[in-house]
């Protein structure tokens, strides 16, 4: 697992690690990997350290100080390299170090502006976990011109404009191909957008760990939710596996239904009970003849008896929100078993709150807008501060949350929020989260708490979409797309298995 924390964690890490240290000593291990990650970079896209112009974006902190002394390393190393002084100050240290190494030092103007352009890697050590709030001029120019460049851009800790707890970006930030974060990783790097801003992530040991706490943020690789995911043992039957029982599907919307079977299906679920009105029924049958489907009489109130024994229930996904909707809503909000509340579920439960008060353990997918319904804040403002309001919403309404995003978070009061970075931006299609709340459900089902269901479903979520985009293969090779195309939410849940091997 991945783990990341806020820089106060990291400030307090860092104060315990100092203490047994002679001063500067952080910075100098920092700087050393620094200069190691830029000459490999260098060397991968020109051949040569040597010779090679490197610009420094050099702020008034210890960042800058970091980003002074690796441009130090490379300039020994024959870089011609140019550190351009943007604060109210500079490290001293850290200037001598590269003026003694042959390079130069020129304060900001217009001309030295345009050093950004002209370099073959760009430095970023404005700031770093000391930055607060949008940048203030001249970074904010410096940190757009980044975007501009064709030069490799390198963040030192976080790229400049990233709140490193939260992933925020309030102005203009620095966009890095690579960002090298020293000691643990900061949060700010696991949230977009501050992920995607961060580019490849680079860890550098500084002798952190040994003084750090719980993580704030972690991010589960491959191998952990190969270890959390329910495997079928020799006596297992479909029965132990898990039962899940979907309720989903309208007369109007019925993809919703097959794509939510789907994707239970597909994730490995022992049985998949199907419950909504004919129409949706007829159209599960058709495709998934697996699942045992039951037509629900909602005339004369909702009864899930006819059911069947199931482990978990999915609901919500193309049901509606109208008076029978919200029948079976309740119905299965009642049962004594984990729920996942999704799509057209979450708009009911938004307008009736108390639904989500139960015993057993309900998760709950939003998008950012299902989420604005739930918590009455405006879409945009979720959108740009997932974090706090991942965490609000769970701490808020009681339940698990899984937050849907180009980084898919998960919140659970107590425990650190999951950030899961596998999807691809063709993931952004109708019909996905469908998949998605039908994979959930057959983990949920499969014995796992609603978190790790979440973490494993969205992990896997993701994998497939990828798999489906590159048309089954790795997908190596170039195109427009990096090797990608377009696919449908059904192609998400036929890539399930070859995902799962994956793992
Ligand atoms: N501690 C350690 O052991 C180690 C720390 N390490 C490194 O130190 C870094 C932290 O250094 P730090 O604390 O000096 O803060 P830092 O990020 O350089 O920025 C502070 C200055 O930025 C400015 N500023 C702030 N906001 C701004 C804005 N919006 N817009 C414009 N300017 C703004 C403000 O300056 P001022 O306004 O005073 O000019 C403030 O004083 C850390 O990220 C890592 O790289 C490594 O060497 C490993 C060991
Ligand atoms: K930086």
Redesign the pocket.
Known sequence: MRTAYS?DQ??TA??A??AGLPAGT??Q???AGLAVVCARLLTGAHGRVYGSRVTVLT?????????LYAGARLARRGARVVAVLA???T?EGGLAALLAAGGRAVAFTEEALGLVGDADLVLD?????????????P??TLASATADTPALVVA???P??VD?GTGLVA?PAVKAHVTVT??AY?TGLFVDPGATHAGMVELVD?GLRPHLPGPDVAAPADGDVAALLPRPEAESDKYRRGVVGIAAGSDTYTGAAVLSAGGAVRAGAGMVRFASSAEPVRLVRARWPEVVTTILDTASGVSLDAIGRVQAWVVGPGMGTGTEAHAVARAVLSAEVPVLVDADGLTIVAADRALLRRAAPTLITPHAGELSRLLGVPRELIEARRLEHVRRAADELGVTVLLKGSTTLIAETGLPVRAITTGTPWLATGGTGDVLSGIAGAFLAGGLSAYDAASCAAHVHGLAARVAARGGGTGKGGGAGGGEAPIAALDVAEALPAALRML
């Open positions: 820089p990291i400030r860092e104060a690690l100092m952080l910075m291990r920092a700087a702020g008034s902190g210890d960042n800058g100080g970091d980003a604060g109210s100050r490290h050590g404005l700031v770093g976990i000391g930055g607060g709030g949008a940048l203030r001029e970074y904010g030192v800790d976080v400049s404009g490193s102005g020293f000691g900061k500084i």
